[in-house]
């Protein structure tokens, strides 16, 4: 099994939709959340970074932690084609840099 | 943030011959790290690049086949040796900033025949 599961898609959604990206994780020890996005050909670029539960919220982006589920949700709003790209969950346990990381849903916004 | 650049930014090689992919960061950074994105799978961990000593590696990754070079607070190399097709994925180079978060360079597309 592996530690970080998020499905690859491809998610297709027509523009203005609500999108929500999810993983899931096995181990406790993880209090720090990452999600990243990457376009094609390029490096992943940081969205948002969450310490243990909750919510925050930037612009059309909401990230959600639920600890006692091991499941972390991405919510995009409004979404945008320019939104289209592969979106990677990335999380590590306090006292290391390590990041794991899921393999990434596509997701495919359509005007 | 920190603006990262690596270069080449896509190389196709022969089996059996090595190549250094370079890292440069913009500021000072205390943390690099190399991964290694292959074809429908996750960024794994290859190695810390640590300033002045050897590089910490992950199981699964060893020094012969990955060496790296971090000779200042800016700068790291990571040379794949030896190569095979197995080899061929983007390696990309991170560096941890004073938000204790890690930003990413655009990557290295290697495809080796």
């Known amino acids: 099994q592996k530690e970080v599961e998020q499905d690859p898609g491809p998610l297709s959604v027509p523009e203005g939709a609500i999108v929500s990206l999810n993983c899931t994780y096995s181990?406790?020890?993880?209090?720090?959340f990452m999600w990243y996005r990457q376009y094609s050909r390029k490096g992943p670029e940081l969205l948002m970074y969450?310490?243990?539960?909750g919510n925050k919220e930037d612009g059309r982006f909401t990230a959600q932690v639920d600890k006692s589920s091991k499941y972390i949700s991405l919510f995009i709003r409004d979404s945008q084609p320019s939104d289209s790209a592969t979106y990677l969950c990335?999380?590590?346990?306090?006292?290391?840099?390590?990041?794991?990381f899921g393999t990434g849903t596509r997701l495919l916004v359509s005007p | 943030s920190a603006v990262i650049s690596q270069k080449p930014s896509r190389d196709i090689c022969q089996r059996g011959t090595s190549l250094t992919i370079q890292c440069q960061v913009d500021s000072q950074v205390t943390m690099m790290f190399w991964y290694r994105q292959q074809p429908g799978q996750s960024l794994t961990l290859i190695a810390t690049a640590n300033q002045g000593s050897e590089a910490t590696y992950e199981s699964g990754f060893v020094i012969d086949k990955f060496p790296i070079s971090r000779p200042n607070l800016t700068f790291s190399t990571l040379t794949v040796s030896n190569m095979s097709p197995e080899d061929s994925s983007i390696y990309l180079c991170s560096v941890l900033v004073a938000t204790d978060t890690q930003y990413f360079g655009p990557g290295t597309r290697l495809t080796v025949l």
């Open positions: 181990n406790s020890a993880f209090q720090y």
């Open positions: 969450t310490y243990s539960s």
């Open positions: 990335a999380m590590r346990n306090t006292g290391f840099q390590k990041l794991v």
